[in-house]
């Protein structure tokens, strides 16, 4: 996969959630809930990707491994949607297969569907640093 997020800076927490033993995913891998303490990798956007976090680990599929290691906090780079620009200071979603975008005012309300706090702004497709787990 392309447009891996990749750390910048600590402190890191990492939990584990599950995973199916099919699923590949690639460190670096925007996740989103799937179920119950439950992950997945996001193919694309709507109304119910709520953000899990960031794999820490890759998982190969169908290795028997069914939990991964997800960041839940820390500083990433990660790839803007190629269509939107992300504005400093505001909080972010997942925007697609590892893109994030501005997050609209009900997700604000909401929270559920929040990364983090874009520490810059960027313009289309460009990476920038995103505090994850922090809105």
Known sequence: MANEAT?????????????LDAEAIEKGTLLKLSGARTVTAIETSGADVFAAGIAAAAKVASDGQTNIAVHRQGIFKVAVNPDLAVGAGMPV????ANFIRNALEAEIASGAAILGTALQAGAAGAFIEVDIGRF
């Open 93 to 96: 979603v997942i925007s697609g």
């Open 7 to 19: 750390p910048v800076n600590g402190p890191y927490i990492r939990q584990d959630f599950t995973v």
